[in-house]
């Protein structure tokens, strides 16, 4: 039985090493090719925890499968691939590049050893303060929140493979777990918002913090998306800010 056990974690060892040292050889490949392809540039990165941009070389590419979700939005959807073969992408995470904001919407390793992850582009920000003092133009603003967001009027159902539009007066969008996100309040007092052109008025009547958020081992939650019900409101001129398209929020 010793010797079982002695051979065993010799085998362990030994698989252990190999791939050390495949995982060393690839990198090496990787880092000698990686920056004279065609498609390599170099994007922004957002820092989670200190919310600042940084360069970071990527190689850019289309995003393509099956799946009606990704045809209908193939201009909307990259893949990016990274040079390090430990880079570790969170589900949410922003970048920068092509002068528009995008979130990581698929984070798992995509078709083969490098690490990948899939972008969605973002099509709105969301503005907001986090008071119930009046917003007029003439009066002092408060800290203005902007949140990168995936709005959308449809949903898609995987099941059955096609979208279904929304009741004309709801949208969804999609924003990063992090500490901006979740100032948005949930219904009765949703957060309201001031999108679109012309211009119309949003609030919020549901926060989803469970389905695409996820805990690490370390119990911490600063990671994933929020998906938001947005509901249309009606445009106060008394209190709204129309001119820094920021909206009174419920008291």
């Known amino acids: 039985m010793v010797a079982y056990e002695a051979y065993n974690a010799i085998l362990s060892l030994r698989n252990a090493s190999i791939r050390t040292e495949l995982t060393t050889q690839m990198q090496a490949i990787t880092n000698s090719q990686f920056q004279i392809a065609s498609n390599y540039q170099i994007i922004k990165y957002k820092n989670r925890a200190t919310g600042v941009f940084n360069d970071l070389g ?35 995470d922003v ?26 582009r973002c099509n709105c920000k969301l503005k907001f303060i986090d008071s119930t003092n009046d917003v007029m133009p003439s009066t002092p603003l408060d800290t203005i929140y902007s949140v990168d967001a995936i709005a959308d009027v449809k949903i898609y159902i995987p099941i059955e493979d096609r979208y279904v539009l929304l009741p004309s007066n709801t949208m969804t969008a999609r924003i990063p777990n992090d500490a901006e996100g979740r100032k948005i309040k ?66």
């Open 95 to 120: 970048f920068e590049f092509g002068n528009f904001r995008w979130i990581a919407t698929i984070v798992d390793n995509i078709g083969g050893i490098t690490a990948s992850c899939a972008v969605q």
């Open 58 to 92: 990527v190689r850019l590419s289309g995003w393509y499968s099956s799946t009606s979700a990704d045809i209908a939005n193939h201009d909307n959807i990259k893949k990016l691939t990274f040079q390090d073969l430990s880079t570790v992408i969170n589900l949410g």
């Open 186 to 251: 949930d219904a009765p007092k949703g957060t309201r918002f001031l999108l679109g052109n012309p211009l119309r008025a949003w609030r919020t009547v549901a926060v989803d913090t469970i389905t695409e958020v996820y805990k690490n081992i370390n119990d911490i939650t600063d990671n994933g998306i929020i998906n938001l019900k947005l509901q249309l409101d009606s445009i106060n001129i008394r209190v709204d800010n129309v001119v820094a398209e920021i909206a009174k929020q419920y008291s």
